[in-house]
């Protein structure tokens, strides 16, 4: 398996990886690549046999530097349930735009037992804090998506992150 920084050749793949996810919210294509060209420093890929298998994409708000936000995580239905999620969290938490980051933030939909499952892993492997409060509330949304919870990890401790990452 390789983790790297995406470049916008991964851009359709990453898409494709949301698209048949059947549970990510579904971007346009457009907005994969963008991450992919600008925000590359803060977005891992994974690859195997020259295909992409999972991904994190993520950026440091501009009014928060302190904080990673994590935006999306997806991995194919072949490679779930296999510990990539954990490695690529690692991975996204010891890439160059993570760097002197404090706090780790996320939003989680209620629902999503994988995901805070993983993210309330990732606070234990680290020896740190989670604080959970809301974010997003339903009637936020154009469409009826659920409630977002914002998931804020930390403090983040880089000797941790780097032993998580080899």
């Not at 060209?37 to 690859?47: G, L, S, W, Y």
């Not at 154009?142 to 409630?147: F, R, S």
Request: glycine share 8%; hydrophobic share 40%.
């Amino acid at each position: 398996m390789i983790f790297r920084t995406p470049t916008v050749a991964d851009g359709s793949g990453i898409w494709r990886i949301v698209q048949e996810s059947g549970v990510l919210d579904l971007n346009s294509a457009y907005l994969y690549l963008l991450l992919s060209k600008d925000f590359a420093d803060t977005c891992i890929v994974a690859e195997q046999d020259k295909q992409l298998v999972g991904f994190a994409t993520g950026y440091r708000p501009p009014a928060t530097p302190e904080v990673i936000f994590l935006w999306q995580i997806g991995i194919v239905a072949e490679q779930r349930g296999q510990g990539l999620g954990s490695r690529l969290l690692a991975k996204f938490l010891s890439n160059p735009g993570a760097k002197g980051a404090q706090f780790l933030e996320t939003t989680i939909s209620p629902s999503n037992t994988a995901s805070k499952k993983l993210f309330l892993g990732l606070t234990r492997d680290l020896a740190t804090e989670c604080q959970v409060s809301s974010c997003f509330t339903e009637q936020d949304f154009p469409n009826g998506h659920e409630a977002e919870e914002l998931y804020r990890i930390g403090p983040l401790n880089q000797d941790s992150i780097h032993k998580l990452s080899v």
